[in-house]
């Protein structure tokens, strides 16, 4: 059965602190996505990698960095935390399909996230 | 500007009877569209794709449809239980040379199923 896992379910953390959340994948997808899920607002893309050690912005990559050392690992870092961070963040893979270079996604459970 | 909207944040059922929601969308031409599913806690799960040229598809007690002149997709289930009871979301997909920017979920319908 295909797998996504993020590394934390709940996490709160201190205006300023460096967070970092993780995400595995175990199905060998190309390509990875970290999204942040506010209630009315959809789900929406923070950054994605389509490869090793590439990254690209997605809509509000502001505040955020990422990480992809290894294929089936994609690192999201917060570095200074700030209160209108706190969300749910849901990490995604997918491989190239016959509709696109993004067939269906696999989302993990998602980290929801409190800064104080 | 662009827009995608799903038919009410909330919707309340009776058991049995057909679940009925909406994807509207403004100023976009997607390639198709996808629904998933996402229970409380939880990620969200894919359940059915349909292509701007299908009108129709089923899986099971699922049904969506999908107007490129209306701009618009209908995803019914049939027979609902409470176990259905869920939020679900609607996703346009762009197909083009950025392998990430090609998806735009919609803000979600929360379906309660009443036994």
């Known amino acids: 059965d295909v797998k996504v896992t993020q590394s934390s379910r709940y996490l709160v953390k201190r205006t300023g602190e460096k967070v970092f959340l993780e995400c595995v994948q175990d199905?060998?997808?190309?390509?990875m996505f970290w999204y942040r899920q506010d209630p009315g607002l959809g789900l929406r893309l923070i950054y994605f990698?389509?490869?090793?050690?590439?990254?690209e912005k997605g809509d509000i990559p502001e505040g955020y960095s990422v990480s992809r050392e290894k294929k089936e690992r994609f690192s999201l870092i917060l570095e200074s935390a700030s209160t209108n961070q706190t969300s749910m963040y849901l990490c995604?893979?997918?491989?190239?399909?016959?509709?696109?270079?993004?067939?269906?996604?696999?989302f993990g459970s998602g980290t929801q996230l409190s800064v104080l | 500007s662009q827009k995608i909207e799903q038919n009410s944040e909330a919707l309340n059922i009776q058991e049995g009877k057909t679940a009925t929601l909406t994807c509207n969308y403004t100023?976009?031409?997607?390639?198709?569209l996808q629904w998933y599913r996402q229970d409380p806690g939880r990620g969200p799960v894919f359940l059915l794709l349909?292509?701007?040229?299908?009108k129709e598809k089923r899986k099971e007690r699922l049904k969506v449809t999908f107007d490129t002149t209306l701009k618009q997709s209908l995803f019914h289930i049939t027979a609902s239980q409470p176990a259905d009871s869920a939020t679900y979301l609607c996703?346009?997909?762009?197909?083009?040379?950025?392998?990430?920017?090609?998806?735009?979920f919609g803000p979600g319908t929360r379906l309660s199923v009443l036994p």
């Open positions: 995604a893979s997918s491989n190239p399909g016959s509709y696109g270079p993004n067939e269906k996604l696999f």
């Open positions: 199905m060998d997808h190309e390509n």
């Open positions: 990698s389509y490869d090793v050690k590439m990254k």
């Open positions: 100023n976009y031409s997607p390639a198709y």
């Open positions: 349909i292509r701007e040229n299908e």
């Open positions: 996703a346009l997909i762009f197909v083009g040379d950025n392998y990430g920017q090609n998806f735009v």
